[in-house]
């Protein structure tokens, strides 16, 4: 405790005392007791704290008398661990017998301050105890007086000799001016026992700080830390000093004691030390008695100061990690370590100064943080009217000093600003204003200027000055700051201290060691001399300089590794690096100027390169600085335009010369800039550097800390950012009127979008005032203010052409209206314990203001009153689209009382209270410009509900009213009835979540009428009755709009509603609503079908009775849907037994209801009973739609559909007795049954007795091989079977087409029977009794070779002609050899042989009965020239090919032998028509024999030679083959490798073939050249009808040869020019000729480059009889597409249409006829979106037999699967949509799905690769497994019901 303090009254010191025993309230008690033994003072007391009850207990003591109180103070001061100060005072005050004090007589109460007892307490004695000896006691007060003495006495020495002289320059003229500082963001700036002190308000106005406010935290328990944070030059270790000094002065009267150490003094010390070493051996040594002196340290330690400066000097050991113990050694950090966590002198106060960056872990998290900041203006100018003593200098300097901004900047750092004095005081004699400032541009100048001005008669010691730059560099790169007498030259240690360069002074290197150390005045100085030695020694090259330019991205613990200090040499070398330098370093080193260059440009250039690469906000600054220091604006541009666009400072001090270099830098810039500053605290004058930085479009501040005067400097600046479009402060504790300031810059700052102030200290009035400004700006558009959170929105204006005229009030006013009429305003104001009155003044600010789009008060106190005002004032504020008062405290009759105030409302569209969830949200309607975008919106989401047309005289004044959760009963509907009856009517009404009840509900439904079209009334979770439910049916009778009523009974939902359904209309806002019967005027009664939901319901036949009842009174059509509940046969009996009775019945649809085993039979009867059934739909008897006609007239075929009903054998034949009178039976599925083998021939021989004129589909049947051969038996007795196809594999089908009338022939597909030998012999027997069978196909039955052989043999028919197609593994092994002698074992004639070893298959026709010639064989044989072993095969095929027509070979390979086989074989084949050899292998020898007996088929009408394997030569023998070929009416010669002669041949063959009439010679590369032979030739095909000439290279000019000669081709049907490289002009000229081609049905021009140009040609002549159309990736456009589509639509015979590829956008064929025949249309790739999808989808609806759609790789979204889903069940012919790659949500898939539902026959929609989530795909493919999602798509799913 310093003596200061001590000499305080009595009241003071009794204050003290009972802070003292407050700490031992057990011992006062324990005392009170031995000196009061008859005085109970614990009752009544209890619920006193414990000052009072100390204060009570020394009061009873004092009223004892003197004597007792003495006897008292005396156990005091002995016992207990007393200050020996406050011992003194006690003794001296009240040991004497002195009286009571009156304050306390009074019952005043003092605090104690607890800050004055911190520290260790001594271990008190017992009552009984005798007192312990005084003499050590007194001895140890006595040692420690003397030490706190000289302590003092040593420091006024210390500071008394540092006295300026004329030997040290640097110090001359030294006056202390107080720095700016200012608390950190963690830190409490006051203490609670003393109030606000003048920390942060003299941070914020920038005066001085008081020196005790450093010391008054909130502190009072642990280490008491403080952090002194500042850049280099900002004054920290001055302060230090001065704060000792201070001490030494008895200005610093909180502690007794003061230490301060400097981390570079303590670096030498290489021992360790314990903390009485460290004060007592290195920092002042006691004269005697140091343990009793520490001792009373210890005791004593709240008093304690220790200031360690120089943090981030301090070296870091790798060892001592942990903290040391109290008496262990350990290094001076390892000690320091353990002041501040507290394990060393608990209690005591210790201070570090350091810069800022990393600082060590040992620093508690809970120190305070001080920032220094350095100078402002007034400091400047006060330390330079301190500085210069008389009037005319002063006024000279300042002068200079407010004339030159830069310099101005570079004084707010104080070592600076004393050099740029020191350059002043000697450039100011005999210059002109301005022209001392002009050298001093640079910090790097101020340090030259002020080494010549240390230069005696301007001589520059280049040797001294040298040496000492080598010393500067030698100690930064060892980490030495401090050096020796070895360290430096005499010479030089000499210059050092004479010109004040070098300090000297006495260090301690170890516990009674000291020597003599010397250092630069500054680091920053000895940083500026190692840039000198770097630039001006001849001893370092320019590669070893660019290695020091380096950026230091934060400071670094230093450790023994990590040494260096060399933070601001970069900066230095960079202003050495000037051009303004170069004189000084030319004299300096007495070199040329290009050495001197030479340095220059290379620190020049590797800060070239430093400023094109991307860096972290520290060294982005120190970047700034060192350009800024080279003075080259080609380098600030280039580091300008290298900067990121988003530039982000984050968590470190930036003081106002970093922000003046930054923008000094963007001044160079072109482009827009974010400059993010988050948690980095500013000096407040940080913002005056911004003012004019046109380049800073986003400012973010959140986290500085800025103070209210940065506040006011920033205010000032921000108008001169005209570019500035964001600016952020959040969380920087802003109050009132800062806030408010920032506030009113708004309308100065005219591009500014968004201002961020949340999270800062606003109350309730400014906040009134903002929602003030927020009306009146005319820029800010939405004012969003949630707890912390305070955010302004603003859109710059438009700037308009044309000036209001005439006076200026005229103009004022006219201004005001327009805005008025153009901006609206969103006003958020969300948990702002808002009141009626503020709400109040709110409405009053806001009628003033401009149209509002959204007013939100939710979360405030508004209570009833407050809500009727905002809703009474709706009309009059205008608002566009939403008022939000939820959470807001409204009752029962508050919502009455908000009904009737928004029931003049001509604007809103809906209206949600609910009092459970405290939820008032009101909807307003847009304007009525707004409204066809929104209408839109809202049709999207109805997409698949039948559309209405636009109406512009819509009314507003239909609202959707939801009025959920508010305990609604049936007596209130009167009253509620009352409040919706006024002119604004609900559209959609919402009762859900109350307590209505039945009674309710009937009184509802009679007051239906009188609440005019509703869309929609919701009533559940009102405990209604199923009575009360079928009674609402009624009201399709009753009430004109109620189309739907869906009932979940369980889950108590309730809605009637009419066509659209609420959710749709809420998704988009409020769509304008009807007027009443406008809706049933437009589509008629009849097209809007009526449904009944209900679900979750057990109904019994009295129910079902009463529903039908209801029903049979309802305008048709009517739907009826059950689901989720269970229905009995009586009930399923009662139910249909009412169906004929109910007339307007369309559909019946039971979903997930438990039905018997009946109730196939009674459905099935359905088609006896009731006439308008049209299909019967029943599923694993838990699912059933029945589909009904509109009237019995009606004739379309009947489906009768009864899958998984576990049907077995003993219910086929009365299912067939009860179909047998249904004449019009389409289609009977008993797929998923039980039938088996039995059940199906006893199906078999009902089935000629069931009129089936579809599909009988017996799939999943349990079947084997016995129903095979049953089917095959049966075929006969079934005259009307069309077809009949098996699978006894994985997919387990079993199908039976039929057609109305016998069929000549039928067809029979067996595949995966696996049959066995004997199953062979048994279907063979069968076949040949199945005539007529016109094809069989048999694939994967596991019939081997023999098999094949035995059914080929066996089968004998009387007449007629029978296909066999086999499909075996064994096909494909086997060879052509093989087959042609599998063909030989025929019992018929072959007529036709087809072979594909690839497809593994072989076909054969046969012809019965068979016809032999054996003449004609014997002469055939003569002319074989075939070994032995081949004879007998040959004379069998010519036995049984004789009348072989066709011989196809695709994809084999031919061995010599075959060949010659076939060479033998075909020279015999008198009536061969057909030849194929296409993706074969057959050697040269080979082809020679094929040829050779080509030559002699001299009948052949069509030869297939395409994709062959053929060399030049194999490729002119076959062409050789050609000649005599006049019948010949197809060639195809694909893929053949023809050379002009090669050509050459083939057009002689072709001149003579006058019956071609199909040539295809695509792959073939002909070329310009070859279309110039080919065109001559063709002239004499006239009967050509195909020509294919696709990938062959041909150009313009060859497509011009083809143009010349096509019109010459009367009979052209089919070209395929596709794949060549034809351009516009050969485009045009093809289109013109083949207008000449009358018949022209096929156009395939793909692949080109066609252009719009062709397009439009094309247009203008269509072919009239064009049915395929393939123009994809041709380089179209919207234009060329839409005059194409125009000239297309109604085209009679158009099938394919392909225009994928090509930039189509808005350009999609759009028809108005359609196309009656079109079958697929390709758009994949055309850049289709959403907008293109609406007509596309209208023009796909025009084309009825549409069966495939190709819309991959789109931009088309959920809208556009809307409109598709909204179309699919038109579509009947519809088979697959591609929609891959495109937009499609799981909404939009969700949309698909419910169309697929709707009875569309498509077999399959892609969807992969649109964003929709896996799992959601799953569970949607699941659902309907015809949404294909996989990157492979699956085979096509058969929709139900086809």
């Known amino acids: 405790m310093d003596p200061i303090s001590l000499q305080l009254g009595t009241k003071n010191l009794w204050g003290l005392l009972v802070g003292l025993l407050s700490k031992d309230p057990e011992w006062l008690s324990a005392k009170v007791k031995f000196f009061l033994p008859n005085v109970d003072l614990g009752c009544g007391n209890a619920a006193l704290d414990l000052t009072q009850k100390v204060i009570l207990q020394l009061k009873e003591l004092h009223r004892q008398g003197s004597a007792t109180w003495q006897k008292f103070i005396h156990c005091v001061c002995m016992e207990l661990d007393v200050p020996l100060e406050l011992e003194v005072l006690l003794l001296s005050t009240w040991g004497s017998g002195d009286e009571l004090p009156s304050h306390l007589a009074a019952g005043e109460e003092s605090q104690p301050e607890s800050q004055l007892h911190q520290g260790l307490k001594r271990p008190h004695q017992s009552c009984g105890s005798s007192p312990r000896p005084k003499q050590y006691k007194k001895q140890q007060r006595e040692l420690a007086k003397q030490y706190l003495q000289l302590l003092r006495t040593s420091a006024q020495q210390h500071y008394s000799s540092k006295l300026s002289g004329p030997g040290q320059p640097l110090t001359f003229h030294q006056a202390y001016v107080p720095p700016i500082l200012q608390w950190g963001r963690a830190t409490a700036p006051f203490d609670p026992q003393e109030g606000d002190i003048m920390g942060r308000t003299k941070t914020e106005d920038g005066a001085d700080m008081s020196i005790r406010d450093l010391f008054n935290t909130r502190a009072d328990k642990g280490p008491r830390v403080m952090v002194l944070l500042g850049k280099a030059g900002m004054g920290k270790t001055t302060l230090a000093h001065r704060l000792r000094q201070k001490w030494a002065d008895g200005q610093l009267d909180r502690f007794q004691a003061l230490f301060l150490f400097e981390f570079r003094h303590l670096n030498l010390i290489t021992g360790l030390l314990t903390l009485p070493q460290l004060l007592f051996d290195v920092y002042l040594s006691p004269e005697a008695g140091p343990e009793a002196v520490f001792q009373y340290l210890k005791e004593n330690a709240n008093g304690v100061l220790l200031i360690f400066d120089g943090l981030e000097e301090a070296l870091h050991p790798y060892s001592s990690k942990e903290t040391v113990g109290p008496e262990a050694p350990g290094p001076a950090l390892t000690l320091f370590s353990g002041l501040c966590c507290g394990t060393l002198l608990p209690g005591c106060w210790v201070m570090v100064t350091s810069r800022p960056g990393k600082l060590p872990a040992c620093l508690p998290t809970e120190a305070a943080t001080v920032h220094m900041w350095g100078f402002d203006g007034p400091r400047v100018e006060k330390y330079m009217g301190c500085f210069f003593r008389d009037q005319p200098s002063q006024e000279a300097a300042l002068a200079e000093l407010r004339a030159n901004r830069h310099l101005r900047s570079m004084c707010a750092v104080p070592a600076l600003c004393r050099v740029v004095c020191l350059c002043l005081h000697h450039l100011l004699p005999g210059s002109s204003p301005g022209q001392s400032s002009a050298l001093l541009l640079t910090v790097t100048q101020n340090y030259v200027q002020m080494v010549l001005a240390l230069s005696p008669s301007g001589y520059l010691d280049a040797e001294s000055l040298l040496g000492l730059g080598e010393i500067a560099l030698r100690g930064l790169e060892t980490g030495k700051v401090i050096f020796s007498t070895e360290d430096i030259a005499s010479s030089i240690m000499a210059f050092g201290t004479s010109l004040g360069l070098l300090n000297s002074f006495c260090v301690c290197t170890g516990p009674g060691h000291q020597e003599e150390g010397f250092a630069f005045t500054h680091l920053s100085l000895q940083e500026f001399f190692a840039a000198l030695h770097l630039m001006a020694s001849p001893k370092v090259d320019k590669d070893t300089l660019t290695r020091y330019v380096t950026l230091n991205s934060r400071w670094l613990l230093r450790t023994k590794a990590r040494p260096r200090l060399l933070d601001h040499l970069s900066t230095f070398l960079a202003g050495l690096a000037s051009r303004a330098c170069h004189p000084f370093l030319s004299q300096l080193t007495q070199q040329d100027q290009v050495w001197v260059g030479t340095k220059q440009a290379a620190v020049i250039q590797a800060l070239r390169k430093l400023a094109t690469r991307r860096h972290t906000g520290p060294k982005v600054v120190e970047l700034c600085h060192c350009v800024g220091e080279t003075q080259e604006p080609e380098l600030a541009g280039l580091m300008a335009q290298s900067l990121p666009y988003q530039l982000p400072f984050h968590n470190f001090p930036l003081t106002y010369a970093d922000l003046a270099a930054l923008t000094n830098i963007l001044g160079h810039r072109d482009a827009p800039i974010h400059l993010d500053f988050e948690g980095c605290p500013l000096e407040s004058r940080c913002p005056e550097a911004l003012a004019g930085c046109g380049q800073v479009e986003n400012l973010r501040l959140t986290g500085s800390k800025i103070t209210a005067r940065g506040i006011n400097h920033l205010v000032q600046a921000l108008p001169l950012c005209p570019h500035l479009e964001e600016v952020s402060f959040q969380d920087n504790q802003l109050k009132d009127q800062e806030v408010l300031g920032i506030v009113d810059v708004l309308p100065r700052l005219p591009r500014l979008r968004k201002l961020d102030l949340s999270r800062n200290n606003v109350s309730m009035s400014t906040l009134l005032c903002l929602t003030k400004v927020a009306v009146t700006c005319p820029t800010i558009r939405t004012l969003q203010v949630r707890n912390a959170d305070l955010i302004f929105l603003l859109s710059p204006p438009v700037e308009t052409a044309a000036e209001t005229r005439g006076a200026p009030d005229l103009q004022e006013n006219a201004s005001q209206r327009e805005e008025g009429q153009s901006r609206s305003l969103a006003l958020r104001l969300q948990k702002c314990q808002l009141t009626v009155n503020d709400v109040e003044m709110l409405i009053a600010q806001l009628l003033e203001g401009p149209h509002l789009d959204e007013v939100d008060l939710s979360g405030n106190q508004l209570e009833d009153e407050g809500c009727r005002l905002m809703a009474e004032a709706v009309p009059q504020l205008h608002i566009a689209r939403k008022l939000d008062l939820s959470d807001n405290r409204l009752s029962v009759d508050g919502m009455y009382s908000v009904l009737s105030a928004v029931s003049t409302s001509r604007t809103l569209a809906d209206l949600h209270i609910s009092l459970k969830y405290k939820t008032v949200v009101l909807m307003f309607a847009p304007k009525m410009e707004e409204q066809e975008g929104n209408q839109e919106r809202v049709l999207f989401h109805d997409s698949l509900m039948p559309q209405m047309p636009s109406m512009p005289q819509m009314s507003l004044c239909f609202p959707n009213i939801r009025l959920t959760h508010c305990g609604l009963r049936a007596e209130h509907l009167e009253q509620l009835c009352t409040a919706l009856g006024g002119s604004c009517r609900p559209s959609h009404l919402d009762l859900s979540g109350n307590a209505l009840g039945d009674e309710g509900a009937a009184q509802l439904a009679q007051r239906l009428p009188g609440l005019g079209a509703l869309q929609s009334l919701n009533l559940s979770e009102n405990g209604l009755s199923l009575d009360s439910v079928i009674s609402l049916a009624q009201c399709f009778s009753a009430v004109q709009w109620a189309l739907h009523l869906d009932v979940s009974f369980k889950s108590q939902v309730i809605v009637l509603r009419s066509d659209r359904r609420p959710r749709d209309l809420s998704a988009a806002g409020s769509l304008p609503e009807f007027p009443t019967g406008s809706q049933f005027s437009w589509f008629g009664q009849h097209c809007i079908p009526r449904s009944f939901c209900l679900r979750e319901c057990q109904l019994e036949p009295p129910s079902l009775i009463r529903l039908c009842e209801t029903l049979e009174k309802c305008p048709g059509p009517v739907e009826i849907k059950l689901s989720h509940g269970i229905l009995s046969d009586q009930s399923l009996d009662t139910l249909l037994g009412h169906l004929p009775r109910l007339h307007q019945l369309k559909l019946l649809q039971l979903s997930q209801m438990r039905l018997s085993l009946r109730s196939p039979f009674l459905l099935a009867d359905l088609f006896n009973l009731c006439p308008r059934v049209q299909k019967v739909d029943l599923r ?314 080509l030559s002699h088929c001299h009948h052949l009408e069509e030869l297939d030679l395409s994709n062959n394997q053929l060399g030049e030569q194999d490729t002119k023998v076959l062409v050789g083959a050609l000649e005599g070929k006049y019948w010949l009416k197809r060639l195809d010669l694909s893929h053949f490798p023809l050379g002009s002669s090669t050509l050459a041949v083939l057009a002689q063959g072709l001149s003579h073939m006058t019956y071609l009439q199909s040539l295809c010679l695509s792959n073939n590369d002909i070329g310009d ?41 009367p009979e052209l049907r089919k070209i395929d020019l596709s794949g060549n490289g034809i351009s516009p002009a050969g485009g045009v000229l093809l289109v013109e000729s083949l207008a000449l081609c009358k018949h022209l049905e096929e156009l395939m021009l793909g692949c080109n480059t066609l252009g719009d140009p062709t397009a439009l040609e094309l247009a203008q002549v269509l072919p009239q009889h064009l049915r395929v159309l393939r123009l994809q990736s041709n380089r179209l456009g919207p234009t060329g597409a839409l005059r194409l589509g125009e000239a297309l639509d109604g085209c009679p015979y158009v099938e394919e249409i392909s225009l994928a590829e090509n930039s189509l956008a808005g350009g999609v064929p759009r028809f108005r006829q359609g196309l009656p025949l079109l079958r697929h249309i390709d758009l994949v790739s055309c850049e289709i979106d959403n907008q293109t999808a609406k007509p596309l989808t209208a023009s796909i609806v025009l084309c009825p037999v549409l069966e495939e759609i190709l819309l991959s790789w789109n931009l088309l979204g959920d809208e556009a699967a809307a409109e598709l889903a909204g179309v699919l069940p038109q579509m009947g012919r519809l088979k697959r949509v591609d929609l891959e790659k495109n937009r499609i949500t799981a909404y939009g898939a969700r949309l698909l799905a419910q169309g697929l539902a709707q009875g569309s026959g498509i077999q399959v929609i892609r969807l992969w690769n649109n964003p929709i989530p896996p799992d959601t795909a799953q569970h949607l493919h699941i659902q309907e497994p015809r949404l294909d999602f996989a990157f492979f798509h699956n085979q096509p799913q058969a929709p139900r019901g086809t």
């Open 1569 to 1609: 050249i070859g279309c110039y032979h080919l065109s001559k030739t063709l002239r004499a095909a006239t009967s050509l009808e195909e020509l294919g000439l696709s990938y062959n290279q041909i150009g313009d000019t060859g497509a011009q040869h083809l143009a010349a000669i096509l019109p010459e081709l």
């Open 1180 to 1493: 694993s008897l838990h699912h059933v739609t029945l589909h009904f006609r509109s009237n019995e007239k009606q004739k379309s075929g009947r489906y009768g559909m009864f899958t998984g009903c576990g049907l077995s054998q003993e219910h086929v034949e009365p299912l067939c007795k009860v179909l047998r009178n249904c004449e019009d039976l389409n289609q009977l599925d008993l797929s998923s049954n039980q039938l088996g083998d039995d059940g199906l021939r006893c199906l078999l021989k009902c089935l000629p007795q069931v009129p089936i004129s579809g599909l009988l589909d017996l799939s999943h049947n349990n079947i084997s091989q016995k129903s095979v051969l049953c089917l095959v038996e049966s075929l006969p007795s079934c005259p009307r079977v069309r077809e009949a196809s098996v699978n006894l594999g994985s997919q387990q089908s079993f199908r039976i087409h039929f057609s109305q009338q016998e069929e000549a022939g039928k067809t029979l597909r067996l595949s995966e029977c696996s049959f066995e030998p004997e199953h062979v012999y048994r279907l063979a027997t069968r076949l040949s009794q199945a005539w007529p069978l016109k094809q069989l196909t048999l694939t994967q039955c596991c019939l081997g070779l023999e098999g094949l052989n035995v059914l080929l043999r066996l089968v004998r028919w009387p007449e007629g002609l029978l296909s066999l197609r086999v499909e075996e593994p064994w096909v494909g092994r086997a060879g052509v050899l093989t087959l042609l002698g599998v063909c030989a074992q025929a019992s018929g004639n072959v007529t036709e042989i087809s072979i594909s070893e690839t497809q593994q298959q072989l076909c054969i026709q046969l012809e019965f009965p068979r016809q032999e010639n054996p003449e004609a064989m014997a002469l055939r044989l003569a002319h074989c020239d075939l070994e032995t072993h081949n004879r007998l095969l040959i004379s069998q095929l010519m036995e049984t090919c004789a009348r072989l027509q066709q011989l196809s070979l695709s994809q084999v390979n031919l061995c010599d032998a075959s060949s010659l086989l076939l060479h033998s074989l075909l020279l015999a084949l008198s009536e061969l028509k057909k030849f194929r050899l296409a993706s074969s292998c057959v050697s040269s020898e080979g082809l020679a024999c094929l040829a050779s007996g």
